[in-house]
């Protein structure tokens, strides 16, 4: 079955700074890799999707990697703002028919102005 | 488009009452999720849809909960009856059928409290 992990659970940073959220999923055999953003009281935003062949995508200031072979993704956030605020979660999709996103429980960001 | 749509946006029940849970998908999008929140478990699928039909509703919690998609713009979530610990924001999702790049567009969620 499935796991994805994601620590810390919150983080704090003055803004401006550069910063690294962490992903772990223990079946590497994974489809696609997903992160989203969600704000409080709104439902869920993608942000990136990386598919199982993919090392990287980057979308502005953010860039997600994967390294699949060891159960890792990562999200980077360069110059961080204020407005980054928000709880990111990463989702995997398993290979084979039918198979549906397993998330983690997500990393609540405050960017401190 | 006006994005996935859910209602009611708050529901504050009493235990051993029905809920109902409504979501109006993408118009075009071919699959459709109920999803749960809470702090615990974080966020749990509950069922799929795809072209109206149930493809896997292996994590419905138990036969209270049940879910209908009776055509392409309109599923519900029904809690019957009701209990504590259903207490939980429950969103509704939906996709075209791209493997390639699809993505879920995700509702706003309904707040659910049963007291």
């Known amino acids: 079955k499935q796991e994805v992990t994601q620590i810390p659970a919150a983080l704090s940073v003055p803004e401006g700074e550069n910063l690294v959220l962490n992903c772990s999923f223990t079946d590497s055999a994974i489809y696609n890799l997903q992160w989203f953003r969600q704000d409080p009281g709104k439902g869920l935003t993608s942000l990136l999707l990386i598919q199982s062949s993919q090392r990287e995508q980057t979308s502005g200031r953010l860039n997600a990697s994967l390294d699949k072979s060891s159960g890792r993704s990562t999200l980077y956030i360069a110059a961080s703002q204020p407005g980054d605020s928000a709880t990111y979660l990463c989702a995997v999709r398993n290979t084979g028919a039918n198979s549906k996103l397993t998330f983690g429980k997500g990393i609540t960001l405050s960017v401190r102005p | 488009d006006a994005g996935v749509i859910q209602s009611p946006r708050h529901e504050v029940t009493e235990m051993g009452q029905e809920v109902t849970l409504r979501c109006k998908p993408i118009s075009g999008h071919d699959y459709l999720f109920w999803y749960r929140q809470t702090m615990m478990r974080g966020l749990e699928l509950l069922i799929y849809?795809?072209?109206?039909?149930?493809?896997?509703d292996s994590g419905m919690p138990e036969d209270r909960f049940s879910a209908k998609m009776p055509n392409a713009s309109f599923s519900t979530l029904k809690i019957q009856p009701s209990e504590p610990r259903d207490s939980a924001v429950y969103f509704c999702?939906?996709?075209?059928?791209?493997?390639?790049?699809?993505?879920?567009?995700f509702g706003p969620g309904t707040r659910l409290l049963v007291l």
């Open positions: 999702a939906s996709s075209v059928s791209d493997w390639g790049q699809e993505t879920q567009y």
């Open positions: 849809f795809n072209n109206n039909v149930p493809i896997d």
